[in-house]
């Protein structure tokens, strides 16, 4: 897909959280995801954490807990508007955090091999399954040897309606099989995929480990 098209796709992916009261509604759930009795914490884990990016970071809420844990964080997200409130929340208690408007399909102006761990939380379950794709090809490029990274994304492979906000707690459609397909054709190994419920929807979402092979 043409990169002229994969910027639309971003643009109307992203439009509904400019300035949207998701980011505020969702902080209270922030915790969940670093609980150490939960599958995300233990896979997150496994990685390097030299040089993280925090993909699609909103308003920061994850990066409070990475950070710490990081040796060199960086922040990436296609609102520019995002960054502007994450540098406010962030930047006094960690000055060394490195903050990136990306184009919302790939990790530019990231250089190949420049990361050692990437993860996303609560947003690729949005990104149109090209968006996915583009990501995980880009993801191949920018890990080091041995890196990996930490997706959740969406398992919703319902009717499709005219607009992804329709679908279950927003879901684009996805499949577990289809992103695994995807990070293999991109090069990558799958280290370890689970097919997760949110809220009341059983096998919505799933959490997958992918690593660039040494």
Known sequence: MGKVS???????????????????????????????????????DT????????????YGRHAEYSAPLAGKLVLMD??????????????????????????????QPLKACAVSAIYCYDAMVHFTANLVQSYLVDTARVLRPGG????HHSNYNGPQMVHFG????????????????????????VVESQIM????????????LVERPA
Not at 13 to 42: C, H, K, M, N, V
Not at 148 to 151: D, G, N
Not at 176 to 186: E, K, T, Y
Request: net charge negative.
């Open 166 to 189: 329709q679908h279950p707690h927003a879901r684009q459609r996805m499949t577990q099989n289809l992103f695994v397909s995807f990070a293999l054709a991109a090069g990558l190994r």
């Open 197 to 208: 419920p949110w809220s009341d929807v059983p096998a919505l979402d799933c959490v997958t």
């Open 6 to 44: 994969l910027a639309a796709e971003a643009a109307e992916t992203s439009a509904p959280f400019i300035d949207s009261t998701y980011y505020g509604s969702a902080e209270q759930w922030t915790a969940l995801w670093w609980d150490d009795r939960l599958p995300f914490r233990a896979l997150f």
């Open 78 to 107: 296609v609102i520019e508007r995002n960054l502007k409130v994450c540098r406010v929340r962030l930047a006094q208690r960690f000055p060394g955090l490195l903050y990136i408007h990306n184009n919302g399909y790939d990790y």
């Open 47 to 58: 990685m390097d954490l030299e040089t993280t990016v925090d993909l699609a970071a909103g």
């Open 148 to 151: 990996r990274a930490l997706f």
